[in-house]
């Protein structure tokens, strides 16, 4: 709906699953969500598998500056946003700009959030060292960024 510039309804859930594979042709439909659902408390983000080829969008279509853009206009419905988890960020995931941009927008924006979960990642179930260690600086950058909530505590499982 997003990228036919069509509005979406308000939602009043208090809840909200999202299924992403974060890549940057997710970010109108996850800005989209996040517009529609101004009462939203606990936010899930499980990010999935997807083996859609969508290179060809990055020619007509640039979502990272047009999220930046409308940061504005989405910031202030984040009133409500007490809780993030994300699931299955996994090993392919440890450096996705989608990702990164998006946390730091929730640890921005979300003023009274208490915790964002990020679960235990497929790498450190497996224990690849290479990998563990990427996702060490990533937590490390991710935990750097500025909170609104004086509250807020990211959790991760190690």
Known sequence: MSVKHLSSPVLNCK???????????????????????PYVEALVIDIIFSNHDLEFIDKIYDEVNLWKSKEVYFKSLLQCLKTVKIFGFGERFHTKDVFILVVEFLLKNAKVLEKMVITEPWVMQNGIHNMQLKFLQVSQKLLSFPRISPHAVVMFPF
Not at 19 to 24: G, I, L, P
């Open 15 to 37: 809840c909200l699953t999202m299924k992403t594979s974060m890549e940057k042709w997710d970010l109108p439909g996850i800005a989209s969500l996040l517009q529609s659902s």
